[in-house]
């Protein structure tokens, strides 16, 4: 996995947690459902990351 692709993905779990954080602030429940949604769906693709990575890994490993 690319550095550039990591980067991207922890941008998006910080934008889903501000907007989380405001929307709770705010009572703003819609707002704090879409940061969550966001921050999720940040997560599974950091989790795909470290499986591609450890894929990867394995792959060197045998060569």
């Known amino acids: 996995m690319s550095f550039k692709d990591k980067i991207k993905h922890k941008s998006e779990e910080a934008k889903g947690a501000a907007k989380e954080q405001y929307g709770e602030a705010?009572?703003?429940e819609r707002l704090e459902a879409e940061g969550r949604?966001?921050?999720g769906?940040?997560?599974v693709k950091h989790a795909g990351d470290?499986?591609?990575d450890a894929a990867h890994d394995?792959?060197?490993a045998l060569d």
């Open 50 to 52: 470290k499986v591609k």
């Open 58 to 60: 394995i792959k060197d």
């Open 37 to 39: 949604t966001e921050r």
């Open 41 to 43: 769906a940040a997560n």
């Open 26 to 28: 705010t009572d703003d």
